[in-house]
């Protein structure tokens, strides 16, 4: 299977009603797919109306414009208190913010403190979107906040 990556390619950015209809198609079984509204592959392409060659010859290459530039992925390391509910007003204000969080993972307490490192996706592509992460230092039992990556 040949990837977008390992070959010499070049990326066009077009309105998809200028399109083939099939580009679309594609897109709309793979999210089928990965919202789990069918089964298989070949369940999806025929809910959507396309053949499987279609799909197995343009999946890798076609995607919905959003998805690869108007979203990014932060990592985020805390360190939080280890007190009740501390990880659970973080996980809520970053709901409040409307991102998506992709996981969490925590670690042991140790000597009252545990380190979190969690990944999530903010829609948009600004920086100003960064700059209200760092008032989780604000909330009760957030004792360090760093972002380790933004994408």
Same mark, same amino acid.
């Given at each position: 299977?040949?990837?977008?990556?390992?070959?010499?390619?070049?990326?066009?950015?077009?309105?998809?009603?200028?399109?083939?209809?099939?580009f679309?198609?594609?897109?709309?079984?793979?999210k089928?797919?990965?919202?789990?509204?069918?089964?298989?592959?070949?369940?999806?392409?025929?809910?959507?109306?396309?053949?499987?060659?279609?799909?197995?010859?343009?999946?890798? @290459?076609?995607?919905p414009?959003?998805?690869?530039?108007?979203?990014?992925?932060?990592?985020?390391?805390?360190?939080?208190?280890? @007190?009740?509910?501390?990880?659970?007003?973080?996980?809520?204000?970053?709901?409040?913010?409307?991102?998506?969080?992709?996981?969490?993972?925590?670690?042991?307490?140790?000597?009252?403190?545990?380190?979190?490192?969690?990944?999530?996706?903010?829609?948009?592509?600004?920086?100003?979107?960064?700059?209200?992460?760092?008032?989780?230092?604000?909330?009760?039992?957030?004792?360090?906040?760093?972002?380790?990556?933004?994408?």
């Amino acid at each position: 299977m040949e990837n977008i990556n390992q070959r010499n390619s070049q990326l066009i950015v077009a309105e998809a009603d200028v399109l083939p209809e099939v580009f679309s198609k594609v897109i709309e079984v793979k999210k089928l797919i990965a919202q789990k509204g069918e089964k298989s592959s070949a369940s999806a392409c025929r809910r959507i109306g396309i053949s499987r060659s279609a799909y197995y010859k343009y999946k890798d @290459s076609v995607f919905p414009y959003e998805e690869l530039f108007t979203r990014r992925i932060v990592s985020l390391y805390l360190l939080l208190s280890d @007190s009740p509910g501390v990880l659970s007003s973080v996980l809520a204000f970053l709901h409040g913010h409307d991102v998506n969080i992709l996981t969490v993972n925590q670690s042991i307490p140790i000597d009252g403190a545990a380190a979190v490192n969690i990944s999530l996706r903010l829609s948009g592509g600004s920086d100003d979107e960064l700059k209200w992460l760092y008032s989780i230092t604000e909330l009760n039992g957030v004792l360090e906040v760093k972002v380790l990556s933004a994408e």
